[in-house]
């Protein structure tokens, strides 16, 4: 390779943050060169940003501390350079691009980095227009950002970083805040991208099945700092690496595994379509499936609450939801799933009465909720928002559980007693003295739900619980949902992920403009051409494995791999003991 | 919910004036309407903003919730000055004529009335033309015009984005609200104002928090695409001075000349018709 290709070369690198006592970064080796696309995957506390802030240059201009060792761009140590000069090679775009835009036309955020470098008015013009077309976003240039779709969005964010004609583009968790549909077409997007402009890619991310829907040169694992693999993915996918790192594997791979076939780089696993299985492989696969235990369905429980016909139309005459007509019974765990606009969050204001519905009737326990205020409403159906630092107004743990009861004017031994159970059930007792501040996003998470749980309510209702988290705290936080669950409280989910509605929900009902299209368990639902179409699903892996298996069941092979892994954890919980309750 | 400060985005000529020209014009006007007391000029100054207004394709739904509000303030400040300072008027303009036959201290006065006419007219001429300025300039025209006035782009970027993060603001805290509504604070007209503000409080506490944990992002994503690189930048909403614009700012200096020529003209700030 010519050494003139070298984009990025990090050679012994380390870095430690001023207010840290440790290094964040240590004895980084890895090399970039053009035209090439890897992946950066590591669970959350790995690294992975830092690297990105390393690379993108906000390391060491913004963000103060100790480099040791070398890290050098195009053939310069960026140390020695601007974030400016940095900024022209290497176009970043960050993770939640509705924080990233600064213009208020999607116009104008494109022009952003060529303003900054006075190009005159004319070129401007020009420029945007341009790379508007490229990216396919011209219709939209007058509108504001935030009214876009989740991927018109990632588009202009992207032309923002386009316009500048970087060699390095790198992408921190593209995927995080989009649905299925979505975030396949961003990933088809980079990769069309990168071919137009033969740029460099770098996409950290966990999602890692999400992202090897288009090729990617090399997989690097992160760990605490340091990298555990460099690797081609075909070689990753056949080692063990991933799960014994918190990372989740594609589920065909999974799927493969649990069915004791050997995976091996040969098979191509990098990808379904490539995917390459011996006749003796398929034998194991539909082995596996036949002794598979298939657990029977619950019975129907008592409706717990009751949405019949239900019509809301916004002031400004937007109709968000048509005849909504839906049962949850006691004690179910439920998702709603469908794009961003479909309605499920409407629907959930309406249950939680934050919206007045226009036309048909709410019932709980059989008794219509239409007179009950939202505090009362509170009472017995109590919504978790998805960024608890919305939720958060007290200094202390203590106090913050204990403000919903206060506010209703409870006795202080009724309070004492409530927090106390509530901070227990949700694993928070070791903590309760402590101030909020001090919490990881997943621990203010619970603090968010112990809050609710306070107040008894028999419905829990969360918007994206797990939004934003990788394997380790998605995985916590569901089990203890579980657990929630398990002791009789119904929950309801409002959700994108998939992998949630396929292992953790008993049963999902998909929104799609403003209606109910389905109502079924996940495994079916996800076997489903038409509705996954209609809701911008992605159909799940597993039902092309089974398809290529040539099961002629694919939904009950889908099923058959949740019940698989359920009964999997649960007897991984039992061996961990009690490790997980303190 | 009401957006307070908000760009409508209508084709007028107002809208064809850069964002500079209206702030100048604005500053002009207020002071011209600010500096004096002569009835006649105020009510030609009144009238000419409301037809201004309707020059500018300015809906009354558009307004509307701001009109109110002022309208609310400008009767309680004028029951005020009548209360602390009944006889300001007579002082003023330096006769008394009592009407109604009613007389005393609080009893009305031509003089006391004449001067909150005066008053009323001095809100209706600068008023509309705030209004005026706030729908018709686009805040990103409007930071590049300041900049093209010597405005240094980093202050006049600042002000474009906060206005951009205004509807962002707004949102967030009605979900907030709704939330913490649901967790049982109450905020409706149920509880006592005092309890009110309290539970204000525990949304803006919240709100604060992320909206600064955004501006650091903001300030991340600016940076990275190189904002603060050159003393200068160029501006994509950037609009050329017009011969409308220097028109626009020569009538309103001539407003202002007027405004002096009437205080001088009157022998001072109040034109008497008492005498």
């Not at chain 1, 007792?429 to 501040?437: D, I, L, T």
């Amino acid at each position: 390779m010519n050494k003139n290709d070298l984009l990025l070369e990090f050679n012994n690198f380390g870095f430690q943050y001023n207010a840290q006592s440790k290094p964040t970064l240590n004895n980084i080796n890895f090399a970039l060169h053009r035209g090439e696309k890897v992946l950066i995957a590591g669970p959350s506390g790995c690294g992975k940003s830092t690297m990105v802030h390393c690379i993108n240059g906000l390391i060491p201009f913004s963000y103060k501390g100790e480099m040791t060792g070398s890290l050098k761009i195009k053939g310069q140590e960026t140390r020695n350079l601007s974030l400016f000069e940095i900024s022209k090679s290497v176009g970043t775009v960050l993770q939640d691009s509705d924080s990233q835009f600064v213009g208020l036309t999607v116009a104008e955020d494109i022009a952003f980095a060529l303003e900054n470098d006075c190009v005159p008015q004319d070129e401007l013009t020009e420029r945007v227009k341009e790379v508007a077309t490229t990216v396919n976003v011209r219709d939209f240039l007058g509108h504001a950002p935030g009214d876009l779709s989740g991927g018109q969005k990632q588009r202009v964010s992207m032309a923002g970083v386009l316009v500048d004609d970087v060699d390095i583009l790198l992408f921190d968790e593209p995927l995080a805040n989009l649905d299925p549909k979505t975030g396949k077409d961003a990933i088809e997007l980079i990769d069309e991208m990168q071919k137009k402009t033969g740029a460099a890619v770098i996409i950290v991310e966990h999602r890692l099945e999400d992202v090897l829907h288009r090729h990617v040169d090399r997989v690097v694992l992160m760990s605490e700092g340091s990298i555990v693999a460099d690797l081609s993915t075909n070689e990753l996918l056949s080692s063990n690496l991933l799960a014994d790192h918190g990372i989740r594997e594609p589920l065909y791979v999974t799927a493969l595994k649990y069915a004791g076939v050997k995976v091996t780089a040969r098979m191509c696993p990098e990808s379904i379509d490539k995917l390459n299985l011996s006749g003796e492989d398929i034998k194991k696969v539909c082995d596996w499936f036949k002794a598979c235990e298939k657990i029977p369905g619950k019975e129907t429980p008592e409706t717990i609450l009751k949405a019949s016909d239900i019509e809301f139309e916004y002031d400004n005459g937007h109709k968000a939801l048509y005849d909504i007509s839906l049962e949850v019974g006691q004690g179910e765990m439920i998702a709603i799933v469908g794009t961003n606009g479909a309605g499920k969050s409407t629907f959930s204001k309406v249950v939680c009465g934050f919206e007045k519905e226009n036309r048909g009737q709410l019932t709980f326990k059989g008794s219509p909720l239409s007179e009950l205020s939202i505090k009362e409403r509170a009472d017995h159906i109590g919504y978790v928002m998805q960024n608890p630092n919305q939720m958060i107004s007290k200094v202390m743990i203590m106090d913050e559980v204990a403000l919903g009861l206060r506010s209703r004017g409870r006795s202080e031994e009724v309070i004492k007693e409530r927090t106390e159970n509530a901070l227990k059930v949700c694993g928070l007792w070791p903590f309760r003295n402590w101030p909020v501040s001090a919490l990881s996003f997943g621990q203010k998470k619970r603090v968010t739900i112990a809050s609710i749980l306070a107040l008894d309510p028999e419905i829990i209702i969360l918007d994206e619980p797990t939004a934003g988290q990788d394997f380790r705290h998605y995985t916590e936080i569901m089990e203890f949902l579980t657990e929630l669950n398990s002791k009789g409280i119904t929950i309801i989910m409002i959700t994108h992920d998939m992998h949630l509605m396929l292992e953790y929900a008993s049963r999902s009902v998909v929104f799609s403009k403003g209606t109910v299209i389905a109502d079924d368990t996940a495994a079916k639902i996800l076997t489903n051409d038409d509705i996954v179409k209609r809701a911008s699903l992605k159909e799940t892996s597993l039902y092309r494995l089974a398809v290529m298996c040539g099961i002629d069941n694919p939904s009950e092979f889908v099923q058959c791999f949740i019940d698989y892994e359920r009964s999997h954890r649960e007897a991984q919980k039992v061996q961990e003991g009690g490790e997980c309750n303190e | 919910m009401n957006n307070l400060f908000n760009y409508v985005d209508r084709q007028s000529p107002i809208h064809r004036l850069t964002g500079a020209t209206k702030f100048v014009c604005l500053l002009l006007w207020s002071f011209a309407a600010m500096s004096t007391y002569d009835t006649r000029l105020l009510a030609v100054l009144s009238v000419a903003s409301f037809v201004l207004l309707k020059v500018s394709k300015i809906r009354w739904k558009d307004v509307s919730f701001m009109l109110g509000f002022t309208a609310v303030f400008l009767i309680m400040n004028n029951v005020l000055v009548y209360l602390f300072s009944p006889d300001h008027g007579v002082e003023l303009y330096g006769s008394c004529t009592y009407l109604f036959g009613l007389s005393g201290k609080y009893a009305p006065t031509a003089e006391q009335l004449f001067y909150h006419l005066n008053y009323f007219l001095k809100y209706l001429a600068t008023i509309p033309f705030v209004l005026l300025f706030v729908c018709t300039t686009n805040p990103s025209e409007f930071a590049a015009s300041l900049n093209k006035l010597g405005v240094k782009y980093t202050v006049a970027y600042s002000v474009a984005l906060a206005l951009r993060y205004i509807p962002d603001v707004q949102r967030e805290y009605h979900e907030i609200s709704q939330a913490q509504q649901a967790r049982g604070i109450e905020m409706s007209k149920k509880a006592t104002l005092f309890n009110r503000l309290k539970s204000a409080g525990t949304i803006l506490v919240p709100l604060i928090l992320s909206s600064m944990n955004k501006i650091d992002v903001v300030a991340n994503a600016m940076e990275l695409r190189g904002f603060g690189k050159n003393k200068k930048r160029t501006w994509y909403m950037g609009q050329r001075f017009r011969w409308t614009d220097i028109t626009a700012i020569i009538i309103c200096i001539i407003l202002v000349g007027v405004a002096f020529l009437c205080n001088y003209m009157n022998g001072s700030r109040f034109y008497n018709p008492f005498i």
